[in-house]
């Protein structure tokens, strides 16, 4: 069963910083390109950046240069170091894993992020 739990949200003052993880079971982790994906109240959600099994990384625009995505395949995470963070990044952040080969998706079940300002 795939499993994608994510961790490290809470609350922050704008310019701060917070680290997200997702700790993936379940999958070959090193098949998937991973992904953070956020959803403000009344809003889509949306793409934040993503990475792949490669390690080619991909961004939206409103966050390049201020959150870096990585990955640890030995210890089957993804991380999202957000930084310079403001009170529009405020949302829930989803973590999700896109097997390349099957061309499967899993969600996570969120984390909360707040900045105030």
């Known amino acids: 069963q795939v499993q994608l739990v994510e961790s490290g949200g809470g609350l922050v003052q704008a310019g701060g910083s917070l680290r997200l993880s997702c700790a993936a079971s379940?999958?070959?982790?090193?098949?998937?390109?991973m992904g953070w994906h956020r959803q403000a109240p009344g809003k889509r959600r949306e793409l934040v950046a993503t990475?792949?099994?490669?390690?080619?990384?991909n961004y939206a625009d409103s966050v390049k240069g201020r959150f870096t995505i990585s990955r640890d395949n030995a210890k089957n995470t993804a991380l999202l170091q957000m930084n310079s963070l403001s009170p529009d990044d405020t949302a829930v952040y989803y973590c999700?894993?896109?097997?390349?080969?099957?061309?499967?998706?899993?969600w996570g079940q969120g984390t909360q992020v707040t900045v105030s300002s």
């Open positions: 999700n894993a896109y097997n390349e080969i099957r061309g499967r998706t899993s």
């Open positions: 379940g999958i070959i982790f090193s098949i998937n390109t």
């Open positions: 990475i792949t099994s490669g390690g080619r990384t």
